[in-house]
């Protein structure tokens, strides 16, 4: 004999899943920018040089020096002059003297006889450095203002969309349980 079962059948439930990926869009505007350069600038103040020229040593190897220089030269030479002529003087009595001995003594000395006096030199000293040069160079004062660069940066927000992807959960089989009895009304 069969004892009676009770039969139990269970149905799982299913869920089920759509998805889709959302959508995202990001973007960057560039950056504004506002860029000032200011130049620098420089200033220059400068006073003029000096030159100075010494030429009274060139004047005075030209005997055109000043006249205290030129008569102070003379009374130096003076007492020197003096005994060169004196000398000169006596050299010439001298040849007078010997006329003796042949020759003409009187018409050699009109031929030698200068009105000036060769040794009676007041002149200075010629050189081709006889002119002083002394030359200050100017002064340059130099003012610089430095020049910059001045940004005025103004950043964009970044623009971000997002679309929302889809997702969908649903039940796409429900959980069943089915109990089935046995048949209770046999007879026995």
């Known amino acids: 004999m069969q004892i009676p079962q009770i039969q139990i059948r269970m149905q799982?439930?299913?869920?089920s899943i759509d998805a889709d990926l959302g959508k995202q869009h990001l973007e960057q505007p560039q950056a504004a920018i506002d860029m000032?350069?200011?130049r620098p600038e420089q200033h220059f103040t400068?006073?003029?040089?000096?030159?100075e020229i010494n030429q009274d040593r060139a004047w005075d190897a030209l005997a055109l020096g000043g006249n205290l220089e030129t008569m102070s030269k003379i009374?130096?030479?003076a007492s020197d002059m003096a005994l060169q002529g004196l000398a000169r003087i006596v050299e010439q009595g001298n040849r007078m003297a010997d006329i003796h001995l042949g020759g003409n003594p009187i018409a050699d000395s009109a031929l030698e006889w200068q009105r000036t006096f060769p040794e009676f030199d007041f002149r200075g000293y010629a050189s081709s450095g006889n002119v002083d040069l002394s030359?200050?160079?100017?002064?340059?004062?130099?003012?610089?203002?430095?020049?910059?660069?001045?940004?005025?940066?103004?950043?964009n927000q970044p623009v971000h969309q997002y679309e929302r992807g889809k997702l969908d959960i649903y039940m796409s089989q429900y959980p069943k349980v089915e109990i089935i009895p046995p048949q209770i009304d046999q007879f026995i």
Not at 135 to 155: F, H, K, M, S, W
Request: proline residues 5%.
């Open 12 to 15: 799982h439930a299913k869920l």
């Open 36 to 38: 000032k350069q200011i």
């Open 46 to 51: 400068t006073k003029q040089g000096h030159l």
């Open 75 to 77: 009374y130096s030479m």
């Open 135 to 155: 030359y200050t160079p100017a002064e340059v004062a130099i003012d610089t203002t430095p020049g910059r660069v001045e940004l005025n940066v103004q950043v």
